[in-house]
Each structure stands twice: as structure tokens, then as C-alpha cells.
């Protein structure tokens, strides 16, 4: 079973209804909630009757430049098994040349039997390049805008295919996954200010970045040696959270900050998005149509860390760590709580004109988080978090053949709020962050900037009886789950490099409404589940989309719409009640409406494999 597919709390049986205790910081005594389990699989679930070929697909779609590309296979039909993390590997030769833009598609094939939906993670070098999942089963497609990466995909690359997926025979999990992956690579002018150095972080023993933290390792730290000549740096990481934290927007505590320290200093924060993979909360929602940042993750954060080269020596070390992890194992004395992390640190690297001195201006960092708040109430139990952060570093960098100013501010909110009994829990997170980094200077100028939210709200009520006994595992349990869920991200997005602006403003909405009712056999502790027999089975799942991608105010809008519906006990494939997608070309003489394009509004689950 995928190792990051569960949100539970630990449960125990009390007249009849499963429910889960909490522990304090005080004394709280008769604090239940819902049992909502990790991941629910059916074995058998139909065929799709219908065009188009990909059963689900990205929302996000990136629109190529109108040139032929060159295409480089990079997989074709690989077989991913019993795979776990080990890695499928080959070597490819990109043709080296100018390119204006890279994309990479990656579709997956389901087959032989029932599967839970995967991770799967593509590495360039060691470096990660791609993050996202499968579908439960059947088919997928997702892209990735690789452009950033450029002057690593060249010449002779050695990637990295790794799908996470396992076996349960006994109960009837034996999905094989193909994978294809192709490299499309435009010709024409590349972008100005593309890194030319990528050193990935925290390798693992298949030589790939990725780690795992938990409440008994938290905190992962990884010596550096900059390069000679790098006038600037940045991170970029990717993360999920795992086991007992896959919902961790509604656990107890609800919030998770990713911190990055830079010798001992915090330098960052990323705020990671609240994905939901195609089993998650209730496996119907999502067929056909799939939640957020789920076949592949579309919204980076990269964390301009220039002003921290003028600290930079032989011994310097970058670190992360994932906020109140330690305080989940407090509350409720389980360590179970993962998160997986791959890292790049970009540079950009002239060797011929090193750094000859530099004084860091600014070193300014403060992080608060009011940790858990529970109140008692008449109809349950109330908790309250909120935090926020506000960083700065600037720095003056002397190079033999110039000099550049760096100056960069990162400032973020976060709040979470819940109430909950043993049959009903309403959840609402919100995460609200921004970066300004500028460098001016005789070698270039640069601004970057983001302004993004992630907000999420969901409700729902859970009826759980066991019909076998529940301390034995596996066991049965009569189950029935209603809820509605309003998912959003709103992404705002600009890098200029002398001159050269490139903008994405995100606006995506996923709202869905539904359950089900049935037999369940819980498998494990996490709450993965097999779904032995159904009862009633009703979701329509609606998704909006507005992106624009613009260079030097040219470029286009996508407009995307779906709905799918699910109304069948007997045939769990569900259809799309519609789907419409559009590009409208925009010039640089008829700029869109800032309000139209960035509208920020305010807006436990089960993870089901259908």
C-alpha cells in the first residue's frame, strides 16, 4: 500500500461508533470525532465506456509555442510492479541546441486488477523534475513545464522513473502501472536568467533526492560546497505529507510550515499545498475528475536564498524541517506522521568572475505558531491554530567585474479551525504567504515575486459500526460517509530578468459534494481499506480553471471547466457531465484585467480506490 495514503487518529469502540481520543496539552476528557479512514479500494470497478482516451487529466495545460519539437522517448511502457522507491533507470542524450521551451508528458496505464493510487517522482541527475501521482485505475496524462531546467536536460542525462507501488495479493491489490514519458523540446530563443547549476538535496541510496521526516526525525541537514562564481541561488522543494499526515489540514494540530535553515539561520518557509489523491476522502469524488496538484504538481515555490552567498565558505549547510510534527506525536502518542522530501539547489555560476567579498545587510527571521487551542462546545469539540512568519536577509556581493544588491522578503499567515464530534467534523485551513526578491546590480537585475493562497473547507458526517471486532485487524465495519469539500488555489507568479518578465496567474477552484454507504474491511492501521460490498454510492465532483501564462505581456489565457458525476452502485467508473477547455490568445497591447486575472477569495476524510 502507497506509504503516504493514510489520515487516521488512533480509535477505539464506545457504544457501537468508532471514535478517536485526543490528548492535550490539559486535561480533555470525551473528545471523539469520526472515523475517517485512509484509502478504500474495490476490486472491481468497470470499464471506461467513453472518448476522451486519458481518463483523468490536468486541468493545468501548458499551450506549446507553434514550432515543431524535438521529441526524446525517454520511457516507453515501463512496467512498474512491486516497485516501491527503486528507481527505473536510463540514460537518454538530449540534443543540445536552443530551446524556448521543454515540456514533459507523462501517461500511466493501469491494469491487472485493483491499485491504489501511487506517487510517482522523475529525477534528472539526481535532481527531481516531476512530482505527482497516478490515477487508482485506468489511464492518465499530466505535463510539466520544464524550461527552468533547460541547461540541466542537455546532452548526456541520466533520469530516474520512480513509481511507488506494492502489493497486497491477498486482498485482491495486484495493479501493474506503464509508464511513458516523452520530452518535447521547442526551438527558438531560451529565456533569460535560466540556472546553469543544480545540485540535488538529501540523496537517498538510489542516489535521488528524497528523505523522509517524522516526529523521531524531523530535521534533515546536508553540507554545501557553492561553486566559485555563483551570483545567484535558489531552492526549490517538492513535499507531500504521508501516513497519518496525508490530511494533516485535519488533523489535530492542522498546520505543517516546511522551514529551511541556512547555517543555523531560518531562511525560509514553504507552505505546503493540501493535495488530495484520487482515494482520499472518498475514493468517488474523484472518477473521472481529480483534485488539485495531484498527476502533477503545477504551483512551485522557489526561495531566492542570493543574499545568503555572502556567508557562503566550504562548510555551510542547508537544513529543512517540518513544523509541529513533534507536537502530533504529543497529542496522540503515535510517531506516524510522514513527509517526503526532494530538493534542488539552483545556482547560477560564472566561474570566470569569482566573489571577492560581501557583508550581509540584513539577517532578520521570526516564526509564530499559537499551537493547538481546544475548547469544549455543545455540539463537540472546538480547536484553533494560527501562526505567521516574516523573514529578510540582504546582502552586497563584490565580484571581481561588478557588483549586485540583494534583497529579499518573505511573509506568510496560516490559520486553522475545526469542530468536531464522534459523527460530524467541519474543517477550514488557510494558508496565505508572499515573497519579494530583487537584485540590482552591474551583472543583471532581477525581480521576483509571488502572492499565492491555499485555502480549503470541508464538512462531512461518518457512521461507523464494526461488525467484527475492531482491536483485530483485519475486521469489518458498516460504513457510511456524506460530506462536501471546496479545495482552491490562487497563484500569482513574476520573475523579470533584465527586462524579460514571465507571469502565471493560477485562479482553481474544485468543489465536490457526495458519499457512500457500505461493508468495509479495514486492512491496516492507517485506515487502507478494501470496500467489500456497496449500498448507495452519489458524488459530483465540479472543477474550474483560469491560468494565464504571459512573457512580456504576450501569451494566453486557459480557461478550463469539468464536472463529473457518480450515481451507480454497480458501475464505479462515474462519467463527465461535461468538459470544456479553451486558450485565448493575449498581446502585450491588450494586457488582461489584474482583478480578472488574481482573484483571491476565501472559500477526514477516506481514502477510497475505486
Given at each position: 500500500?502507497?506509504?503516504?495514503?493514510?489520515?487516521?487518529?488512533?480509535?477505539?469502540?464506545?457504544?457501537?461508533?468508532?471514535?478517536?481520543?485526543?490528548?492535550?496539552?490539559?486535561?480533555?476528557?470525551?473528545?471523539?470525532?469520526?472515523?475517517?479512514?485512509?484509502?478504500?479500494?474495490?476490486?472491481?470497478?468497470?470499464?471506461?465506456?467513453?472518448?476522451?482516451?486519458?481518463?483523468?487529466?490536468?486541468?493545468?495545460?501548458?499551450?506549446?509555442?507553434?514550432?515543431?519539437?524535438?521529441?526524446?522517448?525517454?520511457?516507453?511502457?515501463?512496467?512498474?510492479?512491486?516497485?516501491?522507491?527503486?528507481?527505473?533507470?536510463?540514460?537518454?542524450?538530449?540534443?543540445?541546441?536552443?530551446?524556448?521551451?521543454?515540456?514533459?508528458?507523462?501517461?500511466?496505464?493501469?491494469?491487472?486488477?485493483?491499485?491504489?493510487?501511487?506517487?510517482?517522482?522523475?529525477?534528472?541527475?539526481?535532481?527531481?523534475?516531476?512530482?505527482?501521482?497516478?490515477?487508482?485505475?485506468?489511464?492518465?496524462?499530466?505535463?510539466?513545464?520544464?524550461?527552468?531546467?533547460?541547461?540541466?536536460?542537455?546532452?548526456?542525462?541520466?533520469?530516474?522513473?520512480?513509481?511507488?507501488?506494492f502489493y497486497d495479493a491477498k486482498i485482491?491489490?495486484?495493479?501493474?502501472?506503464?509508464?511513458?514519458?516523452?520530452?518535447?523540446?521547442?526551438?527558438?530563443?531560451?529565456?533569460?536568467?535560466?540556472?546553469?547549476?543544480?545540485?540535488?538535496?538529501?540523496?537517498?541510496?538510489?542516489?535521488?533526492?528524497?528523505?523522509?521526516?517524522?516526529?523521531?526525525?524531523?530535521?534533515?541537514?546536508?553540507?554545501?560546497?557553492?561553486?566559485?562564481?555563483?551570483?545567484?541561488?535558489?531552492?526549490?522543494?517538492y513535499e507531500e505529507g504521508g501516513g497519518?499526515?496525508?490530511?494533516?489540514?485535519?488533523?489535530?494540530?492542522?498546520?505543517?510550515?516546511?522551514?529551511?535553515?541556512?547555517?543555523?539561520?531560518?531562511?525560509?518557509?514553504?507552505?505546503?499545498?493540501?493535495?488530495?489523491?484520487?482515494?482520499?476522502?472518498?475514493?468517488?469524488?474523484?472518477?473521472?475528475?481529480?483534485?488539485?496538484?495531484?498527476?502533477?504538481?503545477?504551483?512551485?515555490?522557489?526561495?531566492?536564498?542570493?543574499?545568503?552567498?555572502?556567508?557562503?565558505?566550504?562548510?555551510?549547510?542547508?537544513?529543512?524541517?517540518?513544523?509541529?510534527?513533534?507536537?502530533?506525536?504529543?497529542?496522540?502518542?503515535?510517531?506516524?506522521?510522514?513527509?517526503?522530501?526532494?530538493?534542488?539547489?539552483?545556482?547560477?555560476?560564472?566561474?570566470?568572475?569569482?566573489?571577492?567579498?560581501?557583508?550581509?545587510?540584513?539577517?532578520?527571521?521570526?516564526?509564530?505558531?499559537?499551537?493547538?487551542?481546544?475548547?469544549?462546545?455543545?455540539?463537540?469539540?472546538?480547536?484553533?491554530?494560527?501562526?505567521?512568519?516574516?523573514?529578510?536577509?540582504?546582502?552586497?556581493?563584490?565580484?571581481?567585474?561588478?557588483?549586485?544588491?540583494?534583497?529579499?522578503?518573505?511573509?506568510?499567515?496560516?490559520?486553522?479551525?475545526?469542530?468536531?464530534?464522534?459523527?460530524?467534523?467541519?474543517?477550514?485551513?488557510?494558508?496565505?504567504?508572499?515573497?519579494?526578491?530583487?537584485?540590482?546590480?552591474?551583472?543583471?537585475?532581477?525581480?521576483?515575486?509571488?502572492?499565492?493562497?491555499?485555502?480549503?473547507?470541508?464538512?462531512?458526517?461518518?457512521?461507523?459500526?464494526?461488525?467484527?471486532?475492531?482491536?483485530?485487524?483485519?475486521?469489518?465495519?458498516?460504513?457510511?460517509?456524506?460530506?462536501?469539500?471546496?479545495?482552491?488555489?490562487?497563484?500569482?507568479?513574476?520573475?523579470?530578468?533584465?527586462?524579460?518578465?514571465?507571469?502565471?496567474?493560477?485562479?482553481?477552484?474544485?468543489?465536490?459534494?457526495?458519499?457512500?454507504?457500505?461493508?468495509?474491511?479495514?486492512?491496516?492501521?492507517?485506515?487502507?481499506?478494501?470496500?467489500?460490498?456497496?449500498?448507495?454510492?452519489?458524488?459530483?465532483?465540479?472543477?474550474?480553471?483560469?491560468?494565464?501564462?504571459?512573457?512580456?505581456?504576450?501569451?494566453?489565457?486557459?480557461?478550463?471547466?469539468?464536472?463529473?458525476?457518480?450515481?451507480?452502485?454497480?458501475?464505479?467508473?462515474?462519467?463527465?457531465?461535461?468538459?470544456?477547455?479553451?486558450?485565448?490568445?493575449?498581446?502585450?497591447?491588450?494586457?488582461?484585467?489584474?482583478?480578472?486575472?488574481?482573484?483571491?477569495?476565501?472559500?477526514?476524510?477516506?481514502?477510497?480506490?475505486?
Amino acid at each position: 500500500m502507497r506509504k503516504s495514503i493514510a489520515f487516521i487518529l488512533l480509535f477505539s469502540l464506545l457504544a457501537g461508533i468508532i471514535m478517536v481520543p485526543i490528548a492535550t496539552s490539559q486535561a480533555v476528557s470525551g473528545i471523539s470525532r469520526p472515523l475517517i479512514l485512509g484509502n478504500i479500494t474495490v476490486l472491481n470497478s468497470g470499464k471506461i465506456p467513453y472518448d476522451p482516451p486519458y481518463y483523468s487529466f490536468e486541468a493545468y495545460q501548458i499551450h506549446p509555442p507553434n514550432v515543431t519539437p524535438g521529441v526524446v522517448r525517454i520511457a516507453t511502457n515501463v512496467v512498474f510492479n512491486n516497485s516501491g522507491l527503486t528507481p527505473y533507470i536510463v540514460h537518454v542524450n538530449i540534443p543540445k541546441g536552443n530551446y524556448s521551451m521543454l515540456i514533459l508528458n507523462v501517461s500511466i496505464n493501469e491494469s491487472n486488477g485493483a491499485q491504489y493510487d501511487r506517487p510517482v517522482y522523475i529525477f534528472a541527475n539526481g535532481v527531481p523534475i516531476f512530482w505527482g501521482s497516478t490515477q487508482q485505475f485506468l489511464n492518465s496524462t499530466a505535463e510539466i513545464d520544464l524550461t527552468m531546467f533547460e541547461n540541466l536536460l542537455s546532452g548526456n542525462v541520466t533520469f530516474q522513473l520512480v513509481l511507488e507501488n506494492f502489493y497486497d495479493a491477498k486482498i485482491g491489490i495486484t495493479g501493474i502501472y506503464k509508464m511513458n514519458v516523452i520530452l518535447y523540446l521547442y526551438p527558438g530563443t531560451p529565456p533569460k536568467g535560466l540556472p546553469n547549476y543544480f545540485m540535488p538535496l538529501f540523496l537517498n541510496k538510489y542516489n535521488y533526492s528524497y528523505i523522509i521526516l517524522n516526529p523521531l526525525n524531523d530535521y534533515i541537514s546536508q553540507n554545501l560546497t557553492i561553486p566559485n562564481g555563483a551570483y545567484k541561488m535558489a531552492l526549490l522543494l517538492y513535499e507531500e505529507g504521508g501516513g497519518l499526515d496525508e490530511f494533516w489540514y485535519a488533523n489535530e494540530p492542522a498546520t505543517r510550515e516546511i522551514q529551511v535553515f541556512y547555517d543555523n539561520r531560518l531562511v525560509g518557509i514553504v507552505n505546503p499545498y493540501q493535495t488530495i489523491y484520487t482515494g482520499g476522502i472518498d475514493s468517488f469524488w474523484w472518477k473521472p475528475v481529480t483534485s488539485i496538484n495531484t498527476l502533477s504538481f503545477h504551483s512551485p515555490y522557489i526561495i531566492d536564498l542570493t543574499p545568503l552567498l555572502a556567508i557562503s565558505s566550504p562548510n555551510n549547510a542547508i537544513a529543512v524541517t517540518v513544523t509541529n510534527l513533534e507536537t502530533a506525536l504529543q497529542l496522540t502518542g503515535t510517531a506516524a506522521y510522514d513527509w517526503d522530501i526532494a530538493g534542488v539547489l539552483m545556482l547560477w555560476v560564472n566561474g570566470s568572475n569569482p566573489l571577492i567579498s560581501a557583508k550581509l545587510l540584513t539577517a532578520y527571521s521570526r516564526f509564530m505558531d499559537s499551537s493547538p487551542i481546544f475548547n469544549p462546545g455543545l455540539v463537540g469539540e472546538y480547536y484553533q491554530e494560527g501562526g505567521a512568519y516574516l523573514l529578510n536577509y540582504s546582502a552586497i556581493l563584490q565580484f571581481r567585474d561588478g557588483i549586485e544588491y540583494s534583497d529579499v522578503v518573505q511573509e506568510g499567515r496560516f490559520y486553522a479551525y475545526q469542530t468536531f464530534n464522534q459523527l460530524y467534523e467541519k474543517a477550514y485551513l488557510g494558508e496565505n504567504f508572499m515573497e519579494y526578491a530583487i537584485e540590482r546590480g552591474s551583472l543583471y537585475n532581477s525581480t521576483l515575486y509571488y502572492d499565492v493562497y491555499y485555502p480549503i473547507f470541508m464538512q462531512f458526517s461518518v457512521f461507523a459500526s464494526p461488525i467484527s471486532n475492531p482491536h483485530v485487524i483485519p475486521y469489518n465495519l458498516s460504513y457510511e460517509q456524506n460530506g462536501t469539500l471546496n479545495l482552491g488555489l490562487y497563484y500569482y507568479y513574476t520573475n523579470i530578468f533584465d527586462n524579460q518578465n514571465l507571469t502565471i496567474k493560477t485562479t482553481e477552484n474544485i468543489t465536490t459534494v457526495g458519499g457512500f454507504s457500505g461493508i468495509i474491511e479495514v486492512i491496516n492501521r492507517y485506515g487502507g481499506a478494501v470496500l467489500v460490498s456497496i449500498t448507495s454510492n452519489n458524488a459530483l465532483t465540479t472543477k474550474s480553471l483560469v491560468n494565464y501564462i504571459l512573457l512580456n505581456g504576450s501569451g494566453y489565457k486557459e480557461i478550463f471547466s469539468a464536472q463529473g458525476l457518480q450515481n451507480s452502485t454497480t458501475n464505479f467508473v462515474g462519467y463527465y457531465v461535461y468538459q470544456k477547455i479553451q486558450f485565448i490568445p493575449i498581446n502585450n497591447s491588450d494586457p488582461p484585467n489584474v482583478d480578472e486575472m488574481f482573484l483571491v477569495k476565501p472559500i477526514h476524510f477516506l481514502r477510497v480506490i475505486v
